[in-house]
């Protein structure tokens, strides 16, 4: 029972890895751009639903709301501001934009809000709850699963809404989509919004379950890195199963050998799966 509770747990935040993750692989999917700063937009999600529950009140709703907004608004910005520029020089410029996009946020946080570790105030979900005698803690249960229907709701309006069909359509043509009349400066935007939302949602999701400080989002950054390749760059359904898979493995190396080797256990089956499927496991070769 203790080992169907544990897988449990690993599931629940695997969904959450699969959230922030997707947003990481849309990015790269349409404008084969890698956004270093990913891990920081999570952390700073974590802080608006922290200024939230403070100033505002309310629930995870009402945190998260306010996150993904903040969120969006900052990809936007950062997209006009930045991303179009340093997009038309080499690649060795986009890298070290959004690195560096990383370490101003960072330090920004640090200056604002202190390096210590703090938790929301006065969490409005506590306790636990027994599921068919499994034993869950309810704030994790409801992050979880907000996160799993939050990914697959990014897929669905990514394949079956007109927007969707834009986005994926500058993806695939940048060129042909602006003959069909499609303004792609437009779509990449909106693409830097929702990818910079899924991470704040994801990041007010986790808080309410985790301390944090401006440190983890090199954490969450490397997390996000290894579920999109684990998945396959570009594909939001294989993020969707590679943060489960990568949320599985941690809680199983963490309950079989303990805490300090589940990153190490992660990271060596990655490197295996990826010398025999290097293109992941739903991306194309």
Do not use: C
């Amino acid at each position: 029972m203790i080992l169907l509770q544990v897988v449990v747990g690993g599931l629940l935040l695997g969904a959450l890895y699969a959230l922030f993750s997707s947003g990481l692989t849309l990015i790269w999917g349409m404008m084969n751009f890698i956004n270093f700063a990913h891990g920081e937009f999570v952390m700073l999600g974590m802080y608006a639903a922290l200024l939230a529950a403070a100033w505002i009140g309310g629930g995870p709703v009402v945190f998260g709301l306010t996150a993904a907004l903040g969120l969006f608004f900052l990809g936007v910005v950062v997209y006009f501001a930045l991303i179009r520029e340093v997009m038309r020089g080499p690649m060795l410029a986009q890298i070290l934009s959004t690195f560096g996009l990383a370490l101003l946020l960072r330090y920004a946080a640090f200056w604002v809000f202190s390096p210590n570790f703090v938790t929301l105030p006065h969490p409005a979900l506590a306790g636990t709850i027994s599921l068919a005698g499994i034993l869950l803690s309810i704030p994790q249960l409801v992050a979880g699963l907000a996160a799993a229907v939050l990914t697959i709701g990014m897929h669905l309006a990514l394949t079956r809404t007109a927007v969707g069909s834009q986005l994926l359509a500058v993806a695939e043509d940048r060129n042909a989509a602006m003959l069909m009349g499609i303004r792609p400066d437009r779509m990449q935007a909106l693409a830097w919004g929702l990818a910079a939302a899924s991470a704040g949602i994801a990041g007010a999701l986790m808080a309410i379950s985790f301390p944090f400080s401006p440190a983890v989002g090199e954490t969450f950054a490397l997390t996000a890195f290894v579920v999109v390749t684990l998945g396959g760059f570009g594909s939001v359904p294989g993020a969707m199963l590679a943060g489960l898979i990568v949320g599985l493995i941690q809680a199983l190396s963490a309950y079989w050998f303990g805490p300090i080797y589940k990153d190490v256990v992660v990271y060596g089956l990655f490197v295996a799966l990826l010398w025999l499927r290097p293109q992941g496991l739903l991306g194309t070769a």
